[in-house]
């Protein structure tokens, strides 16, 4: 039995959530079409044809929610801003009144000692630039990504300390261009390592934006990591995992922190004929622009085994974070994903594994060495409304806690970890499955098609996290 270090006093104990997972609003005040806004209205596409159009409400509640995070005394609010309220069809004029809505946020955040986290996209592109240009397949997406940014940046420097840059890139790329269950609701591999090209050049050049203006923070990309483990000690099984991690994990850090594509990655696309166009001066950007930090997204870790060269190959290749599905997935010659007996499961068949967690900061601190911020982590269940408005969430609160502790015991073995964001901070929109999927503190009184009052209630996960912030995670 060990010791454990303590978190260090800057802790920061934060919570987080997205633009249109919580917003609603989706007309007012100028703003403009995202590509979700539309992509929801595809037959099929999510739970019950839901959408965000209302989603929480928070965009007209939100001094009501930071209220309830400064009662519990949460240090850290990770949010995002919607592109389209800022720059309605995404290249033209700038929307003051939907900039507006985020000073108020931030200024009402400060106000309550609460340190703004800010993601700058989380998936919510103007449909304008989809349209006109086809968003992120277009290389002029990189340069109108960056006058947005730019606006943030220079509105919010001093305020704002934190910021991500692009949010999971590996899971909107794959989900949007690989199994179309995402915007742009495409099945192509080559554009798809096309526009994750592209994607990297935009991150890219916002951080280096960030850089020439000299802003007074810091800046890194929130990634969705699952770490893989091999099914056994068979040493196919062996390099099926390390083939995963390059194709799921290198192939996306790597080039954020070394400005480089994996090899093997790189070879396996060229011998394909997928490996994207690269053009002069862009492996220059793409090396100038070193986060600060590294934003890991945790909720699972990802188990594969050999697949032989006539083996599985599906379009539902396991994301480190998406799996829902027992059917395995995979590249033929690569590794295809397998059950891990080992572990239980959520509602919604994702692995609980809190050890991975800490391998997770073990494996990104060892190749990357960078503070890293947990700009995500959480568990999506069923959640019962008591007839007294209590919910006793104690699934969450033993989920929440043996991950608090792997941070912790992540941090005595040596990792540099900045903060922990639980997702989410209220409930909100799980953007294939609908509202039923909670996964925040405060329960938000809706269902998919009935928007009821959108009432507040507090979880029984609420109150035990208002002790691990008090306690500086003492108490867990
Ligand atoms: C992450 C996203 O992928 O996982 C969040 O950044 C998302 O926006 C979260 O809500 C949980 O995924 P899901 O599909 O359960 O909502």
Redesign the pocket.
């Known amino acids: 039995h060990q010791t454990l270090d303590a978190f260090p006093d800057n802790f920061l104990w934060g919570s987080a959530s997205?633009a249109y997972?919580v917003e609603g609003a989706a007309k007012e005040d100028g703003k403009g079409e995202s590509v979700w806004d539309r992509f929801v209205q595809i037959p099929g596409k999510t739970y019950k044809g839901t959408t965000g159009d209302v989603a929480v409400d928070h965009y007209h509640r939100y001094k009501e929610d930071v209220a309830l995070m400064a009662e519990q005394g949460l240090k850290a609010y990770r949010f995002s801003v919607a592109w389209s309220r800022i720059i309605p069809d995404g290249d033209g004029e700038v929307n003051e009144k939907g900039l507006e809505f985020y000073d108020k946020l931030i200024d009402e955040l400060l106000a309550h000692g609460i340190e703004p986290v800010l993601t700058l996209y989380?998936?919510d592109i103007p449909q304008a630039l989809q349209d006109k240009y086809g968003g992120w397949e277009s290389r002029q997406v990189i340069e109108d990504f960056t006058r947005y940014a730019d606006i943030l940046f220079q509105r919010y420097n001093n305020k704002v300390k934190y910021w991500v840059s692009l949010?999971?890139q590996n899971?909107f790329i794959m989900l949007g261009y690989r199994m179309a269950a995402h915007p742009p609701n495409v099945v192509d591999e080559k554009r798809m390592y096309q526009a994750n090209h592209i994607a990297n050049l935009a991150n890219a050049s916002v951080i280096r934006r960030f850089r020439e203006l000299d802003i007074n923070g810091q800046i890194g990309p929130?990634f969705?990591y699952g770490p893989t483990y091999a099914l056994d000690s068979h040493p196919l099984n062996q390099l099926a995992a390390e083939n995963n991690e390059a194709f799921n994990a290198h192939w996306w850090m790597d080039v954020y922190v070394f400005g480089e594509y994996p090899k093997v990655v790189w070879k396996y696309l060229e011998r394909k004929g997928l490996a994207p166009a690269i053009e002069e001066g862009d492996m220059a950007l793409l090396k100038s622009a070193k986060p600060d930090f590294m934003g890991l997204?945790y909720?699972q870790t990802a188990t594969v085994e050999h697949n032989p060269i006539d083996g599985v190959s599906s379009g539902k290749m396991n994301t480190s974070?998406?799996k829902g599905s027992s059917e395995a997935s995979g590249l033929p010659g690569v590794f295809k994903t397998a059950d891990n007996p080992y572990v239980e499961q959520t509602d919604?068949d994702w692995d609980i594994d809190p050890v991975g967690l800490r391998i997770a900061l073990r494996r990104i601190d060892s190749r990357y060495n960078l503070p890293i911020m947990i700009t995500?982590n959480g568990l999506?269940a069923y959640d019962k409304l008591e007839e007294d408005g209590s919910i006793h969430d104690d699934y969450r609160i033993d989920f929440l806690r043996k991950h608090v502790k792997a941070v912790q015991e992540a941090i005595t073995d040596g990792v540099n970890v900045l903060g922990y964001c639980t997702?989410?901070y209220t409930d909100?929109l799980?953007?294939?499955?609908g509202y039923q999927?909670r996964?925040g503190f405060v329960y938000v009184d809706r269902e998919e098609l009935d928007e009821k009052e959108l009432k507040r209630y507090k979880k029984d996960s609420y109150f035990w996290y208002k002790k691990v912030i008090e306690t500086n995670g003492k108490e867990l």
Do not use: F
């Open positions: 997205a997972q989380h998936w949010n999971e899971i929130s969705a997204n909720y974070g998406k919604w995500e999506g997702w989410s909100l799980s953007w294939l499955n999927k996964y």
